[in-house]
Every structure is written in C-alpha cells, then in structure tokens.
C-alpha cells in the first residue's frame, strides 16, 4: 500500500503538479450568450481537467464599481486558498497593469489594477500583490491578441496557481501595496439623526436597493422593528425617492407592493417593495454617484 501512495506521489510530481488544489471561480462582464466564458474555462481545464471551477457571476457589464462589491458579496465564503480571476476590464490592451493579489484572509485574486479589487482588500488586507508576468504566464500562442485578457492571462494564470503548477512567487515581480488601484467612495457615516451611505449595487433579479451602512451603525439610531423610517435617496445633488417605510425583519412582514427597509444577507441596510420592484418603481439605480440617508421617522 506504502509502495502504491510513493508511486502515485511520484507520478504526480513528474507530471509537474502539486497535490493541493483550490477552487479556481469566474467573475466577468462577459454575459453568457457567447463563447467567451466556455472559453476561460476550457484554458482553465487545460491547466488541469479535473480542476474545481466555479461561476460568480458574468451579468454586470462594464461598472467596475459594481463588479468590485460583487467580489466583496461572495468572496468571504470561498475556502482559503481559493483562486478568484476577476475580470471587468475596459482598459483591456492599454498601459494598465495586470495583478495578482493574496489577501491576509488567505485567498487570491487576478484581476486588472482599475479598482476591481477595491472591496476586497479593504476588508480583507493585503498581504502581498504581484504584477503578472506575462512572459510566462500568457496563453502560449495568444501573444498577438490584445483584447482577451481574460482567457489569455488571468484564467491561464490563475488557473495555474490554483492548479498547484505554480507558486504565487511565480507569478511576478512584487509590487508595493500603494500600487493596487482604489476607488474612491463615500463610506458610511452617522450623521446627525440619520445614517448616510451609497447604493453599491441593486439586488438584480428582484429590484431590491441595497446601501453599503451597516446594521451596527444603523442600530445607533434606536429604531426598532415596527418604527417608521424616513428614507430618501439622491443621484448626485438630485432627490430621486423620499418616502417612510416600516423597518422589518423581512419580506412577508409588510403588505404585499408596499415598502420596507430590512437587513440584507449582508447585514447591510437594504429597502424593497414586498413583491415588487422598488428600484424600477422609483427610478433608482446604483453606482458611487447614488447616496442614500436613513433616519427613525418620529
């Protein structure tokens, strides 16, 4: 039996891949009616066919602000280890520089140097970010595509670290942790009577406005469920909805079409009409522009 695991050992060593492997998750704009997201994954699957791939999301065309919170939305379930390409790139073949980054919590992202990884590394630290070499880690024939990045460096790269075929060490030189580029936003704050922060982003499929203030700092008003709280949201210097709505544990506790301001699985403030759509409803959408201020309506 000894004899059996050294042999297998040994082959996997001669083979040039490690034993460890992590899951290795897609996150693009791409949409899924073409082939660009199978793409990615058969490189990824090239690396290594039995490699865990997984999908987080590829329906946010363009906003890299969106796409940051997306990252932050899902990544701190993923096991350490785990190998996140990241991939909202409209500077896509310009000056900018492609990244890898491991955070303190032990997880590692590749991804343009736009802001994408804004969320992340706030959260969770950086404990050391890399400029990918591309050298050695684009796609071998790939050299003369300017426009793919996504299947051409970040899914062949972090492929092959998730893969084991590489160290991060390997990936490129290392960068000081001021490189990696942060978008500017207004974080949440008490003011006055009110709690104030932006909307990162929409709850897609159901229209439900999510903020980026936490329960906590919410909780220092002393609304309780049942109070009625004042809600107004803007876009830039514009009031787009003022309205008063019940705060409740969730959904069903309101009327149905009538709104609510709740705490979504983020632990984050959040406001819906029970089904219903609020933000098409009121006109809302998302982005680093559109604030919104809670405060216990008397």
């Known amino acids: 039996m000894y004899r059996s695991i050294a042999l297998a050992l040994l082959f996997c060593l001669s083979c040039g891949v490690a034993m460890a492997r992590a899951p290795l998750v897609l996150f693009t704009d791409f949409g899924t009616a073409d082939g660009a997201v199978a793409a990615m994954k058969g490189v990824a699957y090239s690396i290594l066919q039995d490699l865990l791939v997984a999908d987080l999301s590829h329906d946010d065309p363009g906003s890299i602000f969106a796409g940051a919170y997306r990252l932050y939305q899902a990544e701190p379930y993923w096991p350490k280890g785990s190998v996140f390409v990241a991939v909202v790139d409209p500077g896509v073949g310009t000056g900018r520089l492609a990244i890898a ?6 997880r590692f992202f590749f991804a343009p140097n736009n802001g994408l990884l804004t969320f992340v590394a706030e959260r969770e630290g950086v404990k050391e970010l890399r400029e990918i070499d591309e050298s050695v880690n684009r796609r071998p024939g790939s050299e003369e595509s300017h426009t793919f990045h996504g299947r051409d460096i970040f899914v ?6 998730a893969a084991g075929v590489q160290s991060f060490e390997q ?6 942790p001021e490189a990696l580029i942060a978008i500017p936003y ?15 982003v929409l709850d897609a499929h159901f229209g439900n406005v999510w903020s980026n203030i936490p329960k906590a700092l ?8 049942g109070d009625n709280v004042r809600v107004r949201i803007r876009h830039g210097d514009r009031l787009v909805a003022d309205l008063v709505a019940p705060y409740r544990r969730t959904f069903g506790d309101a009327p149905q079409g009538r709104p609510l301001v709740y705490v979504n699985s983020l632990f984050d403030m959040a406001v819906a009409l029970n089904l219903a759509d609020f933000a098409k409803s009121y006109g809302v959408e998302s982005g680093p522009d559109w604030t919104i201020d809670l405060a216990r309506e008397p």
């Open 156 to 161: 062949y790269a972090g492929a092959r670290l």
């Open 101 to 106: 980054l491991e955070t303190l919590s032990g």
């Open 186 to 200: 207004r974080a949440a704050e008490r003011r006055g009577d009110a709690v104030v922060g932006v909307i990162p």
């Open 218 to 225: 919410f909780d220092e008003l002393k609304v309780a469920l």
């Open 171 to 176: 990936i490129g030189r290392k960068l000081s």
